[in-house]
Nanobody, 121 residues
């Protein structure tokens, strides 16, 4: 599966953005999908994950209550709605596909190219 992330940009603190990740291939609905981010000068970190049906989601504590992951299997797309953005949310955001419901980046097999989110204070 190939992944294409989009929707990043510059936003003021308190604002919102919605990231999208479009997938190619016929088996999108069989993949667990995740969002990760890499802040400047830091390691890649887990943000959110969603299971095959969309019925189960998990979030890092730093984004819980502000971010929401969702998917549309008919459109082969996963989304990350980001609200109440903070400067510390500034990072390159990556979508990823895997076969098991994990939060560890090493468990994901396919990665998008990343989209930059910059939150100004």
């Amino acid at each position: 599966v190939q992944l294409q992330a989009s929707g990043g940009g510059l936003v003021q603190a308190g604002g919102s953005l919605r990231l999208s990740c479009a997938a190619s291939g016929r088996t999108f609905s069989s993949y667990v999908m995740g969002w990760f981010r890499q802040p400047p000068g830091k390691e890649r970190e887990f943000v959110a994950v969603i299971n095959w049906s969309g019925g189960s989601t998990s979030y890092d504590d730093s984004v819980k209550g502000r971010f929401a992951i969702s998917r549309d299997n008919a459109k082969k797309t996963v989304y990350l709605q980001m609200n109440s953005l903070k400067p510390e949310d500034t990072a390159v955001y990556y979508c990823a596909a895997g076969t098991d419901y994990y939060t560890n980046a090493h468990e994901f097999d396919y990665w998008g190219q990343g989209t930059l989110v910059t939150v100004s204070s």
